[in-house]
């Protein structure tokens, strides 16, 4: 048996000098990435259900409502981190990495606002009846699909075919 333990590893020296490091660490937590909203249970189909009968519609309108309630907090949570932390720093190094931390989450809270549009889209969809099926050919865009990408509007087959032709365009 083979044990190595490090015994001669440095241990953490505590001295004045990493205390201004530490309240750094101690600070707010930047929020999370949620473009993925993979907390829902999924739909138990009975047998011989219809495809988008009311219980499945009720079950996709709470992912995408309890989706579109966690993208909100995470915005409003980033305004706050924002203003908490700026001008925390008044080394410029350190300002330097906090600015680009900044626009990070920015990027971050921007494709957040344009998913939480995107979402009320949906919704609005699905209220009208006009959801679930594929934008292009459409046949079923399937309740499995619809559950992971619950803003899906055209089925496996076209949605493959466009992301072909975008990368032949793309080249
Ligand atoms: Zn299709």
């Known amino acids: 048996m083979v044990t ?3 015994k001669n590893a440095p241990k953490k020296r505590k001295t004045a000098t990493t205390n201004r490091k530490q309240t750094k660490i101690t600070k707010a937590k930047a929020p999370a990435d949620r473009s993925n909203f993979s ?3 999924p ?3 009975k047998k ?3 495809y988008l009968n009311e219980s499945q519609e009720k079950h996709l309108k709470k992912i995408l409502t309890d989706w579109r309630m966690t993208l909100m907090e995470e915005v409003d949570k980033t305004v706050n981190y924002l203003q908490d932390e700026a001008g925390n720093f008044p080394d410029p190094a350190d300002r330097a990495a906090q600015e680009e931390e900044f626009s990070i989450e920015l990027r971050t ?3 957040e606002r ?3 549009r995107k979402i009320d889209d949906t919704l609005e969809r699905l209220e009208q009846g006009d959801y679930g ?3 292009s050919c459409g046949i079923e865009i399937g309740l499995r699909r619809l559950e992971a990408r619950p803003t899906a509007e ?3 087959d076209c949605k493959s075919l466009d992301e072909i032709r975008e990368r032949q365009l793309g080249n």
Do not use: H, Q, S
């Open 4 to 6: 190595k333990t490090k």
């Open 39 to 41: 907390n829902f249970e």
């Open 43 to 45: 739909y138990k189909l």
């Open 48 to 50: 011989g259900e219809k």
């Open 109 to 111: 809270r921007d494709r």
């Open 114 to 116: 344009k998913l939480i």
């Open 133 to 135: 099926y594929c934008d």
């Open 154 to 156: 055209k089925c496996v």
